[in-house]
């Protein structure tokens, strides 16, 4: 028969190591029991990284549908890229209500459209809106202006006078002035109807004294000769 103190002694390191094995079981999830590395030797999952060609869309797609094909078609070509990247920028609905808010008779330019090769790329193709207190010539109430340049690739002016910058301002009319920069090189012709299709879009949703008269793209920048741009 064992002594009394042996079998004390024996109880209670089975009773320790009965609570050492159910302590573990309950954090195992958690610290892993018995080592702070995985036993099998596989590695952690990581975040995947975002491939090349994330956010890309055709370039028919870009800028909301303003892209007809035959403007894609320009863009693409010679070496142009197939698939674009749109830059994060305000509805239609967000631009138009800023400009109708805006009390200034020349504001901030809005974004319209940006593209990028990718994302945080370079620039391809940019439409803004501003307000400018030059108004179409000739009493026209649009004016398209062909300029040379990536930079300015080309100005369309609308006049929409909307009543705030003649209330607050100096009591003259006021002009929208979309305005483009091109790094695909489209044709003159291109810009006119990426602009014009625009200012339809923006006017319209604004509360215009006279609604505007766009004139025909082909009018103001004829089509280019097939091979010429």
Known sequence: MEPTGEIVLRNFRLTLGRLAALACTSVIAVTGCGGGDDESGSPKPTAAKPTAGAGLVPVAQACGGLFDEAIAKEAREPNGPSKVYPVKTKSTDEVAKALDQESTRRSTPEDLCTLTDKADGKELLAITVAWTPHSPPSGRSVHYTTTVGPEDA???????????????????????????????????????????????????????????????PKVVAPPPKRGLR
Do not use: N, W
Request: glycine share 10%.
């Open 154 to 216: 080309g100005r369309l002016l609308v006049a929409c006078d909307v009543g705030s910058g003649g209330a607050e301002g100096s009591g003259e009319d006021r002009s929208l002035e979309f305005a483009m920069r091109d790094y695909f090189t489209v044709s003159d012709h291109s810009h006119a109807k990426l602009l014009i299709a625009s200012a339809k879009q923006i006017t319209s949703k604004l509360d215009c004294r006279e609604a505007p008269e766009y004139p025909d």
